[in-house]
């Protein structure tokens, strides 16, 4: 029984680049979350998605920054022209579409921009 | 709005008891806890609805005052494997289902 899957776990970027973050979420769960985690930092809210739509995006700069979760695949975390401040963990997670369900997250993705 | 935990940090001996605080200035529907170790994901503790419910296992506990808006996670005869960060995230309810979290509490068990 997988658990959130995010990959890849690790990745280096120059600076102006496009990264590329993915999530595969559990099994049975279809709502995603992008979470942001600046070294030392708590967990800060980006973006939930339920699949094909985003519901809540307050969290995402308003530049640069987007994320899908299509119909078949697994969600992207998009961030376009990375600077240095982007570099942090970015965790995802996910949950079953019933309500006031716990939220899983995955062993994040380290981006690193150099 | 963020919550607010307490204490920020806390440096225990093995066996002996903590106590971490979360509270929030708006009212909410449920708290979750996550302890979360350094480089790695956050691990999911425990879960309270409103309704002043309280939750344990193991040596860990917790309990959430609706009217206070608060909520306390108690580690009794904390072990080595209790270190790391400790999180709570809290959920307003309505349609708003994402987690807003605490900025943590950082536990260290000392032999």
């Known amino acids: 029984n997988a658990g959130v899957m995010q990959n890849p776990r690790h990745l280096v970027r120059r600076r102006g680049q496009e990264a590329r973050l993915r999530c595969s979420p559990m099994k049975g769960h279809s709502h995603v979350y992008w979470y942001r985690q600046l070294p030392e930092e708590g967990l800060k809210f980006m973006v939930y998605l339920q699949k094909e739509n985003i519901i809540d995006e307050s969290g995402m700069p308003k530049e640069r920054f987007s994320a899908e979760f299509p119909k078949e695949g697994p969600s992207i975390l998009r961030i376009q022209q990375v600077v240095r401040g982007d570099s942090a963990a970015y965790f995802c997670?996910?949950?079953?579409?019933?309500?006031?369900?716990?939220?899983?997250f995955g062993e994040g993705s380290w981006l690193t921009v150099v | 709005q963020q919550p607010v935990q307490s204490p920020q940090a806390v440096i225990l001996r093995e066996g002996e008891d903590a106590v971490i605080n979360c509270s929030s200035s708006?009212?909410?529907?449920?708290v979750h806890w996550y302890r979360q170790k350094h480089g790695e994901a956050p691990v999911f503790l425990m879960i309270l609805l409103k309704g002043g419910e309280q939750k344990g296992h193991d040596k860990i506990s917790a309990s959430f005052n609706e009217k206070k808006q608060q909520s306390s996670l108690y580690l009794t005869a904390s072990q080595l494997s209790y270190s790391g960060t400790y999180f709570c995230?809290?959920?307003?309810?309505?349609?708003?289902?994402?987690?807003?979290f605490g900025s943590g509490t950082q536990l260290t068990v000392l032999p």
């Open positions: 997670a996910s949950s079953p579409p019933s309500t006031r369900n716990t939220i899983y």
């Open positions: 708006k009212a909410l529907y449920s």
């Open positions: 995230g809290t959920e307003i309810g309505g349609s708003a289902r994402q987690l807003t």
